[in-house]
């Protein structure tokens, strides 16, 4: 079983585990976990069953989760349904791409609609960051374009990976840092 959305780190040994030895390096992989309806624990830690069951991916560590105010368009928003977020790290012999399709069709199986930009969600499976690369292609940005000022991402990404950089903004534990001192 992947280790679940509160477990600090561990292993994952479901069947999609990522190539082993004599295989090319697989790429790790940041996904940031989000939901606001429904059971949002249970969701969490089934979408991340679900991603380390998926073929050539190993889930190697999860975040504790937090709670968060719902963020839309304009802003902070206390009143619609609180989130509870996490970061889950992964390794995967799927390429960025791919893997934003996995994580598309994961929440698909959780009944997330895309109705409105930034609306309520069952399940929000963001690609933070893949190998540190640096892309802007339709439909797939990385680093994520938002991460650096989410502390609801930068607080549990930090939990399991103290050594953390956002590439092009720096080190996770300063960009946290810079938004704790500012108030947000």
């Known amino acids: 079983m992947p280790p679940g959305p509160g477990a600090d780190t561990a292993p994952g040994a479901g069947p999609g585990a990522a190539a082993g030895a004599g295989a090319a390096a697989p790429h790790r992989a940041v996904v940031a ?25 190993r889930v190697v560590a999860v975040s504790p989760l937090v709670e968060s105010v719902a963020v839309a368009l304009d802003g902070p928003d206390a009143g619609r349904p609180g989130y509870l977020n996490g ?30 930009r930034w609306g ?12 540190g690369a640096v892309l802007d292609t339709g439909g797939l940005t990385l680093p994520h374009p938002r991460a ?10 930090l939990a399991v990976d103290p050594e953390a950089t956002l590439p092009g903004r720096g080190r996770v534990d300063a960009l946290l840092a810079a ?6």
Not at 34 to 54: C, S
Not at 120 to 130: A, G, I, K, S, Y
Not at 179 to 184: D, I, T
């Open 148 to 157: 650096a000022e989410r502390d609801f991402v930068l607080g549990p990404w």
């Open 179 to 184: 938004l704790v001192g500012a108030g947000r």
């Open 120 to 131: 309520d969600r069952t399940l929000d499976l963001d690609l933070v960051d893949v190998d």
């Open 87 to 116: 970061v889950a790290l992964v390794e995967s012999g799927r390429g960025p791409r791919e893997l934003l399709e996995l994580l598309h069709r994961i929440e698909a199986d959780h009944g997330r609609v895309r109705l409105e």
């Open 33 to 57: 976990l989000g939901a606001n309806l429904g059971d949002r624990e249970a969701t969490l830690r089934a979408a991340v069953a679900d991603l380390d069951a998926a073929d050539g991916i």
